[in-house]
């Protein structure tokens, strides 16, 4: 996975950050934190999403410069629009994520952005795909991203299990962003998760003050 | 998109001559610097409150040390619910804003609709993104649409974030502490003009790159208010003299009329179709 969102490389706000998704029984978490900044010196936004939608059961986690990531989110917006209308029926996860793969593989020279893709389709369910800074696509089951992932990839791999509940894998995030933005100064603010299932989507928003906490803090 | 410009899209991918042209030129200059672009180092704020938005900058353009314009207008017009504040290279900022407030008027002609703050939004971003931050334009976007209030910044390289409050330009940081302390979900009119006023005036005390008088300009559904000068700075002097000199002062001696000599080469008339 890629981690080199540094924002030494990016000009203007990077979204320097901690994005996470993980499947559970019945659908998939997807998370991330809050801050944007520049240079990593000023923060520009405490409060950014960064977990976007691009359709209706299908979200996107974006990493690397914010204007390069917009850009791309908003383009691949309105490419699975006309396809969903094309086919007359609402798309793959794996068509959203082939499109923003297209767009990073085909300007790989000028964007500097990386996503994860997740949501819920009736072919296949929940499922997530990584689609890194050079263009790569795969599919994973939990995955993270951005500078702040680093310090989460031992957490991640012990705590993982397939098929947890709904409220394990919300609670499994929540600790991982809590511990990410503990660690990296580049993420922080409030944790954005987002919940998709079959029925519904669920935004559920953790206020820095309500992260849990651990030994050291 | 057809609705919203008469211009023809432009092609794909970046247009760069201008940039390329700017590094040719330095080149020429051999050791000495290309002229700077005038930056207008700025305070600007805006403020949602409870019935519209309130946009505040000082209104001062610097050009290096020397102050350029002590009443340059920041808050410029983009259409008749929407006002832009421009902090960054003052050439850049009026030209987008003026970009954009022709391009909206054309669409609300063509599609008989007032336009609505996301689409002004959409269309800088999408401006900013093609020249890749070559376009010094930070801007604060603020109107009163069908939808509601919304306040939006805009970065030279295209990034868009959604606020409640914000500050931009060489002043911003004094004028963030200020919001960050004072600002309320749903303030009243007289609550939120103070507060703009005084994050201003904060940018302005902390920075020498902004000064002189601050603009007010209030967006509610019923229409704007634009206060120019909302507060004048207390250090204004008075001129003694007046530079403009009476007719007469200077004496005509001679005067000499010379008629020009012009021949008609071509004649050509178009007749206009009025029925």
Redesign the interface.
């Known amino acids: 996975m890629e981690k080199h969102y540094t924002d030494s490389k990016v000009?203007?706000?990077s979204t320097g950050t901690t994005i996470l998704a993980a499947v559970f029984d019945g659908g998939v978490v997807i998370g991330s934190d809050s801050r944007?900044s520049i240079g990593g010196d000023y923060i520009?936004?405490k409060?950014?999403n960064k977990v976007i939608q691009v359709h209706d059961r299908i979200f996107c986690g974006i990493a690397g410069?914010?204007?390069d990531a917009?850009?791309v989110t908003?383009a691949a917006k309105s490419h699975l629009s006309f396809h969903s209308v094309q086919m007359e029926s609402p798309p793959l996860v794996v068509a959203a994520a082939s499109v923003l793969k297209d767009l990073c593989y085909k300007n790989k020279e000028?964007l500097q952005a990386g996503f994860m893709t997740a949501g819920w389709d009736r072919k296949k369910g929940p499922q997530i795909y990584v689609v890194a800074l050079g263009g790569m696509l795969l599919n994973q089951q939990v995955t993270i991203g951005g500078s702040g992932s680093t310090y989460i990839f031992g957490y991640v791999d012990a705590k993982y299990k397939p098929n947890m509940t709904r409220e394990e894998c919300v609670q499994f995030a929540t600790n991982a962003l809590a511990l990410a933005m503990g660690r990296d100064n580049v993420s922080g603010g409030v944790a954005h998760l987002v919940v998709i299932t079959e029925k519904e989507v669920e935004h559920v928003v953790v206020p820095g003050d309500k992260l849990p906490r651990f030994h050291d803090e | 998109m057809a609705l919203s410009t008469v211009l023809e899209t432009p092609g794909a991918g970046f247009n760069f001559e201008n940039a390329t042209r700017n590094a040719a030129l330095e080149g020429l200059f051999e050791g000495g610097q290309t002229p700077k672009p005038l930056k207008t180092g700025t305070t600007i704020a805006g403020v949602v409150f409870k019935d519209g938005v309130v946009l505040g900058a000082d209104t001062r353009a610097t050009s290096s040390e020397v102050v350029a314009d002590k009443m340059c207008e920041k808050i410029h017009f983009i259409s008749p619910n929407m006002y832009c504040c421009g902090a960054g290279t003052a050439a850049d900022t009026e030209k987008t804003t003026d970009l954009l407030s022709s391009n909206l008027s054309i669409f609300s002609l063509n599609s008989g609709r007032n336009p609505r703050v996301v689409m002004a939004v959409n269309i800088l971003q999408d401006m900013l993104y093609r020249y890749h931050g070559q376009i010094g334009a930070n801007l604060i976007l603020g109107g009163v649409d069908c939808t509601g209030n919304h306040l939006y910044t805009v970065g030279p390289y295209g990034d868009v974030n959604k606020v409640p409050y914000l500050a931009m330009g060489s002043g911003d940081l004094a004028a963030l502490g200020i919001l960050e302390d004072g600002f309320k979900h749903n303030l009243e009119l007289e609550e939120a003009k103070e507060l703009v006023r005084s994050s201003v005036h904060a940018g302005i005390m902390s920075d020498l790159g902004s000064g002189n008088n601050i603009d007010i300009c209030v967006i509610t559904k019923q229409g704007v208010d634009y206060i120019r000068p909302y507060q004048e700075s207390e250090y204004k002097d008075e001129r003694k003299m007046k530079y403009k000199y009476r007719s007469g002062t200077t004496k005509v001696l001679t005067e000499k009329v010379v008629p020009l000599k012009l021949e008609v080469v071509q004649e050509t008339v178009q007749k206009m179709d009025i029925a």
Do not use: P
Request: net charge positive.
């Open positions: 000009k203007g706000v944007a520009s936004s409060t950014m410069s914010l204007a917009q850009a908003k000028e």
